[in-house]
């Protein structure tokens, strides 16, 4: 959009967060885990203010899960960013809430979420190509373009 090329943007922006916001409603907000799942939360992060949101509320789940993080007994208290006990004792409280992702779902949100920032970085890619070519706007019809246009106007009259 910064670039003159509003139709291109806007389908763009609205691509991005639809394949985002759909991950998510197929694996809910514990699709994006910055604790567990971190090669998958950089590609969710590309997103910008939808994978931001996304982290946000999951963290506030987590946050809802643990009233008291620096008890010795609470399973976030300890966090190694490895799956190891502390992971199944926080998926046991997310399953007795209702919040577990289930085995084949959860791939499936997470490659969509994940996706959607890859296909968020890709659209930042060409617009800085963009811009170094110089190319702003629009694009325009060709000459070659122009003129076959001008000949069927012309026979059609």
Known sequence: M???RWKRGAILFVTVG????AGIALGG???VDSRYESWWF???SLTGVNGLVGWYRQ???YKDISSDPETENNPLAHRSGRPGPEQMAVDYELQRR???LATPTEGVARAYTGVAGMLNLLCIFDAMM???LGIRGEPGRTEPEKAGAD???REQV
């Open 2 to 4: 910064y670039l003159g």
């Open 18 to 21: 639809a394949i985002f916001w």
């Open 29 to 31: 907000v514990m699709t």
């Open 42 to 44: 950089a590609a969710q």
């Open 59 to 61: 963290e506030q789940v």
């Open 98 to 100: 209702g919040l577990a």
């Open 130 to 132: 963009l811009c170094l």
């Open 151 to 153: 000949d069927k106007n």
